[in-house]
C-alpha cells in the first residue's frame, strides 16, 4: 500500500457535558488524561494512529475555541494541520471540510476519521482492522465503518444492523439505529446481528465527496465556495459556517448511502461517555474504588469513583458506595454511579442559577 | 458593681482537629464562620461580652501562631491584651498565667474566662448569669463554672455532680465527671442532678491564685519567676513554657478545690465541638440540608451539612442522606453525621501519608 496516500483526521471538537465537572466547555475531556494514565485521551489517540500514517498526513478538527490546546498537546503535528471550527455544526460539516481540505493536497487520498476521545485497548487489533479498510477503500467504493460487538443493552450508541455472510470480515450494512430505548436495545442484542457504531470511518475522499453530493449537495455547494489549503481558506470557512445545516455523519450520509459496510473489531473499546465507563476501564484498588491519587484515603467505601484535579489536595471518602465524586477548583460533583446520566440535567440547573456559567 | 475591677478572658487556642478540613492547624474553628452568620465564632464571643466589660479589661489568650488573626478579627481588642502562648500546656497554665498578668494590673480583679468557639444563642440569659456570677465571687471566696442542662447523654462532655437545694440559683459542686462512657451518661442524664461543663468560669484573682497555691503550687512557683505586664514578660514566658505541667484547669483545680460552685444556666450553648453540632445549629432548607452557599444543588439528598470554603465554587450533591461534606482548597471531606468522631483519626492516617502535614 502507498502510505502517502494514507490520511487520518481526529475528531476533538466535542464539549463531554456528562463530564462535568472534569470535563467543562473550557476544558474538555478529550484534553484531559481521564484514566490517570499520563496520556490525555488526544494524545492517546494519536499515539495510536502515529505508525499507520505520515506525520505530515494527520489532521485534527476541533474547535476553534481549543487550537491552543491542541498545539500544546500535539506538538508532533503540523499546526497548519490542526483546524479550528468556527462553531459547532455536528459531524457532516467537518467530515465535508476535511474531505474537501484533503482531496485538494491529495484527490487520492483514503481516509480515516476518527474521535479523540475514545478507548481502545487492543492496538494491534485496532492497527489490523484500520490496515484492511484502507486497502478495501482502495479498491472499493465503500464508505466504512468499524463496529463492536454490543455487551450489554445501551441506549446510549447508535447500532449498526448487517447482512451476515459466513466466514467474512466485512459486512454490508442494512439499517443504522441511533440511541434506541431499552426493549429495542434488548431485542437488537439478543439478534447477534447488530454492532455499535464506534464512529470510526474508512473511505476515500473520492467516495465520501460522492457520498455527500447526493445525500447533502446544498452543503457541498456551500463548501464550494471556499478555496483549500490557501490564505483565504479561513476567512471563508467563518462566512459559510453560519448557515450550515447542523447534522451528523450518521443521519446525513450513512444512513442513506448503499456502499456502507461494517468491519466488525474487538478493540478494548469503550466511548468513555459517561462516569460509568471510565470506572469500569479504571484501574481499582482492593475495595473496587477508582481513585486517581494517593491522597485519597477510603472506609467503608466500595465501588466508587473518586478524581480530584488538584495533585496538592487530600480527601477522606467515609461511607459510599458506587458513587461519583470529581472535584475540581471550580466545582464538586457527589452522585451515585446509575445517574450518571442526570449529570448534564445537573449542569442545566447550575447554568440556570445566576452567574452559574462560571462554574462550566 | 464596680465595673472597672471586671476582666474577661476569651480563651482561644484551640486546634479543631474533629472540624476537619475546614478547621486546620493554621486556621482552626474560632477563626472562622462556621455557621455563616458573617461573624467568626471569635467574634462572636466578643460582641457577646463587650458589653458587660469596659473594652480595656478584655484579653485574649491563644497560641503565638494565631496572633495575627487575632488582631486581625478583633481590632476592637488592645493588641498588648492579645496574649500568645508559646506552645500548648492545655488550659491551667493559660489560667495562671492571665491570673497573674490580670492581678498584676489590679489585685482586685474579677475574672470571666469562656472559650472563643462555643455557641450562645440566648445571650440576654448569659450575659444575665455572667453578671450574677461577677456579683458572687465579689463578696465570696467562690470559683463559679456555668452548668448546661444535659440534653442527652453526650459522651464528649464533662459532667457536673451538685448538691440540689430548692429555690437557688447556685449550688455546691459535688464531684466532676470527664467524659463518661455511655451507660454511665445516661445514668447522669436521668439522675437529673448533673450538668454539663461549658468550661465558662468566673472567679477573683484572688481566689483562682489561692487555689492554684494550694493545689498546683510548682506551677505557682514557675510563673512567679514571670515580670507581668513588662518588657521581659515575653521572654520569660518562653523559657517557663516547656517545663510546666500539661493539665486542665478542670483535672488541676476544679476537681480538688471545696469551694466550687455552679450556676445552671440555660444558654442555647453547644460547644459546636462536631460537625453534627454545626449540623443541628445551623439553619436548614427544606430537605433539611444545611448548605452553607447558593451554589450547592441537592437532588434525592436529606439531612447533610455541606461547607464550600471558596464563594467562586459549585457542588452537586445527589443519593447523600445525613452525610457531612467539607470541602477546602487542601481537602475534601465525605463521611456520614454519625461518624464525626472519627474525622481526628481520619486525619491522623492522612497525617502519617508521607507529606500528610501540607494536608491540615
Redesign the interface.
Known sequence: MNKSNLYCVIMAGGIGSRFW?MSTTKYPKQFQDILGTGRTMIQQTYDRISELFPAENIFVVTSKEYLELTYAQLPEINPNHIVGEPMMKNTAACNLYMANKISEINPEAQLVVLPADHLILKEARFQEKITLALSLVQQNDYLITLGIKPTRPDTGYGYIQYLSEENKSIFKVKTFTEKPNLEIAKAFLESGDFLWNAGIFVWSVKSIKNAFEKYLPEMVQQFNYCEYNSQKEEHCIEEIYPKLTKISIDNGILEKAKNVHVIPADLGWSDLGTWTSVYQNAAKDDQNNAVNS??I?S?NSKGNVVR?K?K?????????KN?I?V?T????????RD?DQ??KD??Q??KN?KK?D??M
Open positions: 465537572p494517593k491522597n484515603l472506609y480530584l488538584s496538592n489536595k487530600a480527601a477522606i471518602i467515609d461511607g459510599l458513587y465524586v472535584d477548583d471550580k466545582a464538586l460533583l457527589i452522585c451515585p445517574h442526570l449529570i445537573y449542569v440547573d447550575l442559577l452559574g462560571r462554574f
